[in-house]
């Protein structure tokens, strides 16, 4: 039997086993789930060990573990590095949610579950494609790495400090990560490029406590009416940001790439309707493909104050917050553009507030090249799998990794990603195309043996 095959007689069985996966609420960000974080490092080490991998650690971090395993089979084979992540995002609004986010439900074609797509169902596909492997001609075509962490959701603090600390470990000849989209289920798609991100959470503070609004209202600044309109004035009339020297690295598009990126199939009924929205937004004089991913962009992602509960509070808040992002694109530095944006909001705040702004995170973006050998394996084992050749994309959403595996460790990273633009990732209702599982795994073999340059059938 191949492995094509193998993958083809256990879809079942591999779908039972990410739903029990599926269950595991290993939500990062929240301090409550830290036994599931350790439930999830371990589940993920005994189905690499089940899958014929043969040395599978837990390693940890000072945050949540990695998931570290290695399959050597030939020192003259290339070698590729699988990363992905097992935690996720928060569930919430759990009220938006038809089925339990924990509860994985099937519904037609879909498995719905935080962390269907993004990532564990694209991660595990790399499992069982290695499962099919060993138990058809026993080994992969190359020699296997995989790196899976557990902080890709809250911005990844121990991922490059251990990389940097285990160039030997991690060498490779390139890597492999499925944690993004296609452009449709018929559709393939290979990203080239990321955005990065800077992300950082603002406060402001005007007078020391609140304030009864009849007695002070109307004669004390109300902070939050100062954040609004710092916030209102981050974008100019066409779209564009204001801080100054934001665009100053930009890299432009050059006149032949906007012409590619124009003929990628794209239907604005549609992306309405995934979006559902009525009109679209943004920087003046690009596309809604330029937009959303080789240009950047700033959003808040949050802004809270004063009394938000049920009923009326008649109170003059002393302070005001707010949670902003900035995607980036190369060449900007999401240390310069944290320092720009916190220089800007301190320079134009009234003196009746004081700005505090807080980096939470950041990463660069990154362009991957499209002309090597492992990029040939990529096209042609999605081209094989859906009946149709992938597309170039760009990616608007960030996986910082990318451009550290780059910097750090000198190699180049394939995106060979299984979702859907409609799969809700961060949102409610996620959910993983499941005939995407199964395909995926199929791509990822006939990948591996493209990179061994073995038959894929
Ligand atoms: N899987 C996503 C990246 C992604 C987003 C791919 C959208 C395709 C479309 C990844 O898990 C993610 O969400 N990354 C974060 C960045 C991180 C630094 C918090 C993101 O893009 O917001
Ligand atoms: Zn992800």
């Not at 058809?136 to 490059?160: D, H, M, Q, R």
């Not at 707010?322 to 240390?335: F, G, N, T, Y």
Request: aromatic share 8%; charged share 25%.
């Amino acid at each position: 039997m191949n492995p094509l095959n193998y993958t083809d007689q256990h879809r079942e069985r591999f779908l039972a086993e990410l739903k029990d996966f599926l269950c595991i609420p290993s939500v990062s960000t929240q301090e409550q789930h830290r036994p599931d974080m350790q439930r999830a490092a371990k589940w993920l080490r005994d189905h690499l060990l089940a899958a014929g991998v043969p040395l599978t650690v837990i390693m940890e971090t000072p945050g949540h573990p990695i998931v570290y395993a290695e399959w050597l089979v030939d020192p003259d084979a290339p070698t590729v590095l699988i990363y992905g992540h097992y935690d996720v995002q928060p569930p919430d609004p759990l009220e938006l949610w038809r089925t339990e986010p924990f509860e994985p439900a099937e519904i037609g074609d879909d498995l719905f579950a935080r962390g269907a797509a993004d990532d564990k169902g694209q991660l595990y596909i790399h499992v069982k494609a290695l499962e099919a492997f060993h138990e058809t001609v026993g080994a992969p075509p190359v020699n296997i790495k995989c790196l899976f962490e557990g902080e890709e959701e809250c911005g990844s603090p121990s991922l490059a400090p251990f990389i940097e600390s285990h160039v030997e470990l991690l060498a490779a000849d390139v890597v492999v990560i499925s944690d993004t989209h296609i452009l449709g289920k018929e559709t393939p798609a290979i990203i080239y490029a990321l955005r990065g991100l800077a992300y950082v959470e603002v406060e402001l503070t005007g007078p020391q406590h609140d304030l009864h609004s009849g007695i002070y209202g109307g004669a004390v600044h109300n902070p939050i009416h100062v954040l609004s309109e710092l916030i209102a004035g981050l974008h100019d009339e066409n779209g564009r940001i204001t801080i100054p020297g934001f665009y100053d690295n930009v890299r432009e598009l050059s006149a032949e790439e906007r012409v590619e990126l124009a003929k990628i199939p794209f239907d604005r009924e549609t992306w309405l309707a995934e979006a559902a929205v009525t009109s679209d937004w943004g920087e003046e004089g690009y596309t809604v493909i330029e937009r959303t991913s080789a240009r950047p962009t700033l959003d808040v992602n949050g802004i809270w104050g004063g009394y938000t509960e049920p009923g009326a509070k008649t109170v003059l808040p002393s302070q005001a917050h707010a949670k902003i992002s900035m995607r980036l694109v190369p060449d900007q530095s999401h240390e310069r553009i944290t320092r720009l944006i916190t220089e800007h909001l301190q320079n134009i705040a009234p003196p009746t507030v004081t700005v505090k702004v807080q980096d939470l995170h950041g990463g660069a973006g990154a362009i991957i090249r499209r002309d090597s050998p492992e990029m040939r394996a990529a096209f042609d084992a999605y081209a094989a799998t859906f009946g149709r050749e992938p597309v170039f994309i760009r990616e608007g959403g960030s996986i910082p990794v990318v451009a550290v595996f780059q910097e750090v460790l000198g190699i180049e990273t394939i995106m060979l990603g299984f979702g859907l633009p409609d799969d809700n990732l961060h949102a409610p209702n996620e959910k993983f195309h499941i005939p995407n599982f199964y395909k995926g795994i199929e791509t990822v073999i006939r990948f591996l043996n493209g990179v061994g340059e073995r038959e894929g059938e």
